[in-house]
């Protein structure tokens, strides 16, 4: 089983819909991220959290919100899809102990607003 | 601001020769640096690191190379097998005061080793 998962790994949706996608995980990490990859682009970091009472924005967070209801669980949600929220999305994990940035994705979920 | 780039968005070798595929970036206040491999259908995962102090780190057949004054560094991959087929994405990492580590990634490119 992967340490980190998410829910669903693909989802098709329309405009103005509202999207939740999920993550757990088993690492025991406290540090939980929300990327997107969009092609030409890399990974964009969209939310961050370092414990359940923190919360915090990335570089693009407009348009998505997060919620860190356990230490192991890390949602994200667009409350109103738009078009150019059509990407892959990598929920990632890191240990507060590691001192060289190296992050635990999952498998990535891939959301399509038509 | 993209400041960590990797301008060849793909780059294709035969097994058994030698891959490089390079990284600039542009903040000389980077503590580390990463790489990250992706297959598709897949997350990334991390493959070898390098600190800002050092100048080389090996792992096998992976060595990665940093070249401060030019802001360059680049993964070498002897000898290459299929099996390295993948997107390769150079990260870079800044600790700040806040003890929040800002880790800023690159395009990625994508490496086809052929047989």
């Known amino acids: 089983d992967a340490d980190v998962t998410q829910t669903p790994r693909n989802r098709i949706t329309k405009t103005g819909k509202r999207i939740m996608l999920e993550c757990s995980q088993t690492?025991?990490?406290?540090?939980m991220y929300w990327y997107r990859q969009d092609p030409g682009l890399g990974l964009r970091l969209i939310y961050y959290s370092f414990d359940v009472k923190d919360i915090n924005k990335g570089e693009i967070s407009d348009g998505y919100s997060v919620s860190r209801q356990a230490q192991a669980k890390f949602s994200l949600s667009l409350e109103s899809a738009i078009p150019n929220q059509t990407a892959l999305y990598f929920c990632a994990t890191r240990s507060q102990a590691g001192n060289t940035g190296e992050l635990f994705f999952g498998e990535g979920s891939r959301l399509t607003v038509l | 601001d993209q400041q960590v780039k990797q301008n060849s968005p793909s780059l294709s070798v035969q097994e058994g020769r030698i891959s490089i595929l390079n990284c600039d970036y542009t903040?000389?206040?980077?503590?580390?640096f990463l790489w990250y491999k992706k297959y598709p259908a897949e997350g990334p995962t991390f493959l070898i690191s390098i600190s800002s102090i050092k100048d080389k780190n090996e792992d096998g057949r992976f060595t990665v190379f940093l070249n401060k004054s030019a802001k360059h560094l680049s993964l070498h991959i002897v000898p290459s097998q299929p099996g390295d087929s993948a997107v390769y994405f150079c990260a870079a990492i800044h600790f700040l005061n806040t003890g929040f580590q800002k880790l800023v990634f690159g395009t990625g490119t994508r490496l086809l080793v052929s047989p």
């Open positions: 903040n000389s206040m980077f503590d580390y």
């Open positions: 690492k025991g990490h406290d540090r």
